[in-house]
């Protein structure tokens, strides 16, 4: 009992003598502190203060300077500290360059040059001269080199032209994420806008789609049973995507839309540019006013040619109303390795454009039959079915517009025609091999009707259509759930 008691009294002592060394530094510190805020605050201040209101004050500032920093915008990728300083781009959304014209849409990393480089597809002012400056968010550090730029040729007279933007990626940028562009005037201070860097992954096999087709651009759009009939089509053709660049359409043709989004068929990819600048709705300046093209129609089909670049093992550029079917076989991936053989391999496929007027119907010989399509007279939009009659061809028309199936891979740059640059050009097809159907309005609408010709390859077709475009409807609500035919 007695060793625990003396025990006892020896920590105690110990403890006192702690308490009497800690208490007079900790009152030092603190009067110390005290004095400290109080002259911030007494200094900073023209009126005199009581001591308790210096003192909330104090305490006040003290709180202020411990609360955490505001946080910065960041960009941040997968993996370990990837972190760099800006906004990122959302998908699909188009960004404009401070202090100049300049509309940024996308950006790729391109596989094919001798030098590592990111492409940026823009839409720019053709009479501005701009120095670019490409900002490269790698692993978490920023790298910066300048860019150089390319205006596409066939911008038609407008304002207005879709350019490419490229980008050397510096050598010290190993695992480049994202990427912003910048004016060599711009302010350093300015938030910067990064975009995802897409198509980082080179490829040449294992293809998700064997056939994607590129449509733009759809404005107030409301050719519903056409739309329909042609992405059905495609289905029998072998299409596996369909990329639709979208400015607006009727509620009708959204719920087709949405349709074919939830099956998987469809990629809608919104396109306005109304925020930086007004579209035109013609080819040409004269027929119609605006500083772009035909609603962005060509940086439309160069982002859609990069978008699967790497996914689709061919592409094809055409419109809605527009068909490309072989003749001697029912779909494309019977067609292409004839195509490839007669053609060669990598190659981009021209099909002469033969036009099928809409504006009137004729009935087949009397040796075909045409099927019943009664259920499609309340749907809007044209009967691809009912008109199986083409103008004669004529230099002007299968020439001049024909539409294109190309390996991406080989091509830099493309239009509503034909290629810009590519690697291995393009080649005719013969139209016993394969042709376009282009149902539209006529070329020649004063073309007496019995010099139509008649051609009927769509009936080949017919009974799966039909089936298939009646499904589509009912489930979309434009016909009763219960139609058959």
Not at 52 to 67: G, K, N, T
Not at 166 to 192: F, Q, R, W, Y
Not at 362 to 378: A, E
Request: glycine fraction near 4%; charge should be positive; include cysteine.
């Amino acid at each position: 009992m007695s060793g625990s008691w003396h025990f006892g009294r020896r920590q105690r002592k110990k403890f006192k003598q702690s308490i009497t060394v800690v208490i007079p530094i900790f009152s030092l510190t603190l009067l110390v502190w005290m004095y400290s805020m109080c002259q911030v605050i007494v200094t900073s201040r023209t009126t005199p203060k009581t001591w308790s209101l210096v003192f909330d004050e104090a305490i006040h500032l003290w709180s202020r300077r411990h609360q955490p920093a505001p946080e910065t915008p960041m960009v941040t990728t997968t993996g370990p500290q990837l972190i760099c300083p800006g906004q990122i781009v959302h998908q699909n959304q188009k960004v404009a360059v401070n202090k100049t014209k300049t509309v940024l849409l996308s950006a790729y990393q391109e596989h094919r040059t001798s030098i590592r480089q990111v492409r940026i597809i823009a839409v720019v002012l053709r009479r501005e001269r701009v120095d670019y400056r490409c900002h490269f968010c790698c692993q978490g550090q920023l790298h910066t080199s300048r860019g150089f730029y390319k205006i596409h040729y066939d911008h038609f007279g407008f304002a207005y032209g879709t350019a490419d933007i490229m980008c050397p990626i510096p050598s010290e940028c190993e695992n480049l994420s994202h990427i912003a562009v910048t004016s060599g005037e711009d302010d350093p201070e300015v938030e910067k806008q990064f975009f995802k860097v897409k198509n980082k992954k080179e490829r040449h096999k294992s293809f998700r789609y064997n056939f994607t087709v590129c449509i733009s651009a759809m404005y107030d759009f409301n050719n519903v049973l056409q739309l329909v009939q042609s992405m059905e089509m495609l289905k029998l053709l072998g299409v596996n995507k369909v990329a639709i660049y979208r400015t607006s359409n009727s509620p009708e043709t959204q719920h087709v839309l949405d349709y074919y989004t939830k099956k998987g068929l469809v990629d809608v990819i919104p396109w306005s540019f109304s925020k930086f600048l007004n579209v035109s709705r013609h080819w040409l300046p004269h027929l119609g006013p605006g500083d772009l093209h035909y609603f962005g129609q060509l940086p439309a089909l160069n982002d859609c040619l990069y978008r699967y670049m790497y996914n689709s093992r061919y592409v094809a550029l055409h419109d809605v109303d527009e068909l490309i079917l072989p003749q001697a076989v029912d779909s494309w991936f019977e067609m292409l390795p004839l195509l490839e053989r007669v053609y060669g391999m990598d190659q981009c496929y021209m099909f002469e454009n033969n036009v099928f007027p809409n504006t009137f119907s004729l009935p087949p010989p009397t040796r075909h039959t045409l099927p019943q399509q009664t259920l499609w007279k309340k749907v809007p939009g044209v009967n691809i079915l009912a008109h199986l009659y083409q103008e004669p061809n004529t230099a002007q028309i299968h020439i001049s517009n024909f539409k294109i199936l190309v390996n991406p891979r080989t091509v830099f740059s493309t239009t509503v025609h034909g290629v810009l640059d590519s690697q291995n050009g393009c080649s005719w097809v013969q139209r016993s091999i394969a042709r376009m159907y282009h149902t539209r309005a006529p070329y020649f609408p004063k073309q007496p009707r019995h010099q139509l010709i008649y051609d009927g390859r769509l009936l080949g077709y017919s009974e799966r259509l039909i089936t298939a475009v009646n499904i589509v409807l009912s489930k979309s609500g434009l016909l009763p759930q219960d139609s058959t035919q």
